[in-house]
Nanobody, 124 residues
Framework: QVHLVESGGGLVQAGGSLRLSCAAS????????MGWFRQAPGKEREFVAA????????NYAHSVKGRFTISRSNVNKMVFLQMNNLTPEDTAVYYC?????????????????WGQGTLVTVSS
């Protein structure tokens, strides 16, 4: 079992940056792949980024590739999402997710644990 708590959301102007953090608890974190998803008002929850169990493999949605970076610290049981060059289209609630498997998956159905979400608002 992994318990997840996100932080770092807020209001930022277009072109700005934010760094989201996800604090994890649970004995299986070291072997769990982690991901970030987001959900904008009236839209489905969508994949943003994922990292495998040791940080060696990362995957990104096309819309964020080159702007966002996912990373993790197994020592501190943390996952991060560095978001640069933000646009109003990035406005959403961002969710940290974990899975029992160790590979970085795109599908939300592959993830077993979810945080409560943190709101990111990008103004134009």
């Amino acid at each position: 079992q992994v318990h997840l708590v996100e932080s770092g959301g807020g209001l930022v102007q277009a072109g700005g940056s934010l760094r989201l953090s996800c604090a994890a608890s649970g004995r299986t974190f070291d072997s769990s792949a982690m991901g970030w998803f987001r959900q904008a008002p009236g839209k489905e929850r969508e994949f943003v980024a994922a990292v495998n169990w040791n940080g060696g493999v990362t995957n990104y949605a096309h819309s964020v590739k080159g702007r966002f970076t996912i990373s993790r610290s197994n020592v501190n049981k943390m996952v991060f999402l560095q978001m640069n060059n933000l646009t109003p289209e990035d406005t959403a609630v961002y969710y940290c997710a974990g899975r029992s498997g160790d590979t970085a998956e795109y599908s939300r159905d592959k993830y077993d644990y979810w945080g409560q979400g943190t709101l990111v608002t990008v103004s134009s």
